[in-house]
């Protein structure tokens, strides 16, 4: 039953950690760049997504004031940009797809609200990430 029990376990971390990722600050870069995000961005992108997520792809924050979460490593919104329950808001994502290993789709919904609110978006852009450099890679 021992067995059993620590075998389970073993499954579902393995099964959880499948799917998180933590970037580092060069590999985000190179993601950026081969979505062909425009180079005078890059250093923000990758500021607001320390400052929001620690580069993890799986982050989920706690629920803020108006009940919404914020997902994966750009913590985008779920009142906004997409739904929990398939896909929908303005990115039509599923906000599951926001906390995968692929951020493909997590960084064209981000250019996308950037298109839409710019930088400000994100709170952190103001506080953090206004003169942030690009990491020497
Ligand atoms: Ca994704």
């Known amino acids: 039953m021992r067995a059993v ?8 971390v393995t099964a959880h950690t499948s799917l998180a990722r933590v970037f580092t600050p060069c590999q985000l870069l190179s993601e950026l760049r081969r979505q062909r995000v425009p180079e005078n961005e890059l250093a923000t992108w990758i500021c607001i997504a320390q400052r929001e997520s620690g580069l993890n792809t799986a982050a989920l924050s706690r629920a803020n004031s108006d009940g919404s979460r914020d997902n994966g490593i750009f913590q985008i919104n779920n009142r906004y940009w997409c739904r929990d329950n398939g896909r929908g808001g303005g990115c039509n994502l ?13 960084i064209r919904c981000a250019q996308h609200i950037k298109r839409v609110q710019g930088f400000g978006a994100w709170t952190t852009y103001r506080a953090y990430c206004t003169n942030s450099v690009r990491p020497r890679c």
Do not use: F
């Open 94 to 106: 599923n906000c599951a797809a926001l906390r995968n290993n692929d951020i493909t789709d997590d």
């Open 5 to 12: 029990s620590v075998c389970m376990i073993l499954v579902i």
